[in-house]
T-cell receptor
């Protein structure tokens, strides 16, 4: 299994540009999520999905869109990039979507995004 | 809103010393608590998951305890090695799907 893969690893955007961060997993996990990690802060949840066709907002959803058309893929779209979105973005997945789940989450290697 | 705090932010110890990492959270209504390891430039790797009904979990040299009523968890790493150098993060799962993370403790084990 490749686990959770993310592309690209690095990206530089200009303010106002749009782009999509890709995330894929080959473990047949129902639950997928996107986090951002900023210096001195913990990871913050952007959006999550409990299955194909189902998405919901996390703690910091503004400026980002997601969709889940397949179990495997969960892309994150930046609509109009802003310098405040400079961060490292992590995608994660786990088998069970339930809040009582005992399944650990598997994280991708991250995408380092800089917005100028 | 759940707040998760990890103190200290950084820790440096000589090889062989036992490590004690602390995590505190403000809302005791959680379903589980997880400890993760993050190496520089890498993603997170799950170390231990403690369910709310449990007091501790052990894996090799790692032991994590949970005191839900006081909002605290401690990760113990016995006989530290240079390979243990990394950032350790704790995360709590409340009664929804939204994990709340602490900012992490960066550990350096000196050879």
């Amino acid at each position: 299994n490749a686990g959770v893969t993310q592309t690209p690893k690095f990206q530089v955007l200009k303010t106002g540009q749009s782009m999509t961060l890709q995330c894929a997993q080959d473990m047949n996990h129902e639950y997928m999520s996107w986090y951002r990690q900023d210096p001195g802060m913990g990871l913050r949840l952007i959006h999550y999905s409990v299955g194909a066709g189902i998405t919901d907002q996390g703690e910091v959803p503004n400026g980002y869109n997601v969709s889940r058309s397949t179990t495997e893929d969960f892309p994150l779209r930046l609509l109009s990039a802003a310098p405040s979105q400079t961060s490292v973005y992590f995608c994660a997945s786990s088998y069970s979507p339930g809040p009582r789940s005992t399944d650990t989450q598997y994280f991708g290697p991250g995408t380092r995004l800089t917005v100028l | 809103k759940q707040e998760v705090t990890q103190i200290p932010a950084a820790l440096s110890v000589p090889e062989g010393e036992n490590l004690v990492l602390n995590c505190s959270f403000t809302d005791s209504a959680i379903y589980n608590l997880q400890w993760f390891r993050q190496d520089p430039g890498k993603g997170l790797t799950s170390l231990l998951l403690i369910q709310s009904s449990q007091r501790e979990q052990t894996s090799g040299r790692l032991n994590a305890s949970l005191d839900k009523s006081s909002g605290r968890s401690t990760l113990y790493i016995a006989a530290s090695q240079p390979g243990d150098s990394a950032t350790y993060l704790c995360a709590v799962q409340p009664n929804d799907y939204k994990l709340s993370f602490g900012a992490g403790t960066t550990v350096t084990v000196r050879a």
